[in-house]
């Protein structure tokens, strides 16, 4: 189940109000003695991915059970971050946080599909499966009704932002109004069409040339060249350096001075942009790369534009 952007926060008694956890989403499937597979949202296992998580089946009272959560990285203060948990995969040590697994609905409680309960009912039913002594897995708590109140802190603590439920709502396995996010900035997924060469000492590239899908067309909206450390440049240029295409993807190509010297690509990437604004030619303003994200599929990546609730 995918929340929908919404432009404002707001408050109301019917709907509980959760942090934006900024990591990857996962569905737990626990079947129990050991046995378990994170999901990515593109129907990848994760189980590989992150070591750190072996033994979640044992963070319950009881398996098998089927639970939604995202995969972060929490700082000392127990903020979430993606771009630390990208750096996870590179470095040793202290680079990714502690490594959790964030939970917040409950599908199949190893008796009964839960999917039409209500969301309240499903989410106290969780919290009592896990058990006090868990070391991997952390209950996403929740306020009720003051959704304004927990974007303030959001924002004051510099996180990604909230997230909105109706209380009586059931899982739908789609993109839904019953459940809404609120950012307190911009960040989006972007495809990767294309990069420049670099300037000066630089090495590998210069910008990422990035776009979003309207229906079939893929649209430019600009070039990411802040974000990256000299080590991040190499391992992006690897990446990028087998999907190398000779024509470019974009529906209308970037203007004369990018398009004469960019390096066109397989729109197969996706990264992790965070930014100002969109300009209203429809390019990033003050765009930074995150990360890049193997957990979701290039055709799926649209603009996001909030809507009103």
């Not at 590989?48 to 033994?55: I, R, T, Y």
Request: proline share 6%.
């Amino acid at each position: 189940m995918l929340p929908t952007l919404i432009d404002k926060p707001f408050d109301d008694e019917g709907w509980l109000f959760e942090i934006k956890w900024d990591g990857i989403r996962a569905i737990g499937v626990l079947h129990g003695r050991g046995s378990y597979t994170l999901i990515s949202r593109n129907q990848l296992s994760l189980n590989s991915k992150f070591p750190e998580l072996a033994g979640l089946d044992e963070q319950f009272a009881r398996t098998p059970l089927v639970i939604d959560g995202e995969i972060v990285s929490l700082d000392s203060l127990g903020r979430s971050s993606f771009q630390r948990l990208q750096r996870r995969f590179k470095k040793e040590g202290s680079e990714g946080g502690h490594i959790m697994y964030s939970v917040f609905d409950l599908l199949y409680d190893g008796r009964h599909d839960l999917r039409q309960r209500p969301l309240d009912e499903r989410k106290a039913a969780l919290e009592k499966l896990i058990k006090p002594s868990a070391k991997l897995v952390m209950y996403s708590k929740h306020v009720i009704g003051k959704g304004k109140q927990l974007f303030a802190v959001a924002r004051r603590r510099k996180l990604e932002g909230i997230v909105g439920k109706r209380r009586d709502s059931t899982y739908q396995e789609r993109r839904s109004r019953d459940w809404v996010k609120i950012k307190a900035h911009l960040e989006q997924e972007f495809v990767v069409g294309g990069y420049t060469d670099p300037q000066g000492s630089r090495e590998a590239f210069g910008a990422l040339l990035v776009g979003v899908y309207d229906r079939a067309k893929l649209v430019f909206c600009g070039g990411v060249g802040t974000g990256f450390d000299t080590q991040m440049l190499r391992e992006i240029m690897r990446t990028m350096r087998p999907l190398i295409s000779g024509s470019c993807p974009f529906a209308v190509p970037p203007p004369p001075p990018i398009a004469k010297t960019a390096h066109w690509l397989k729109p197969k990437l996706v990264a992790e942009v965070r930014f100002a604004e969109w300009t209203a030619e429809g390019l990033l303003r003050q765009p930074v790369f995150l990360g890049l994200r193997t957990d979701k599929d290039a055709k799926d990546v649209v603009h996001e534009r909030p809507v009103e609730r």
